[in-house]
């Protein structure tokens, strides 16, 4: 790797292009999680709110809210002896 003393114009310029694309990168990046992250959020929403869904999909869409979405603990529930000192 070569040290430069002193910065040149074009080095300057390559600098500047460098940063100014790797913040547009960087935002599209952010942009598409953020977009990605809100769909997924109303598609759950969505499943939450169906009360009468077909037979043929109640299995389904209970078994993809287990996974994504955990049930919440009894109110008065203990933890069996043991079961979070692994955790």
Known sequence: MDVQAHTTPESRQAL?????NRRMTTSIHQTITT??????EEALRLLKGV???SE???EEIEGFL???VPSPAPYNATALPGL???A
Not at 16 to 20: E, G, I, S, T, W
Not at 35 to 40: A, E, P, S, V, W
């Open 16 to 20: 500047r292009d460098y940063l100014r």
């Open 35 to 40: 977009q990605t992250l809100n769909d997924l």
């Open 51 to 53: 009360h009468h869904p």
């Open 56 to 58: 043929a999909w109640l």
């Open 66 to 68: 287990e996974k994504r």
């Open 84 to 86: 979070l000192e692994g």
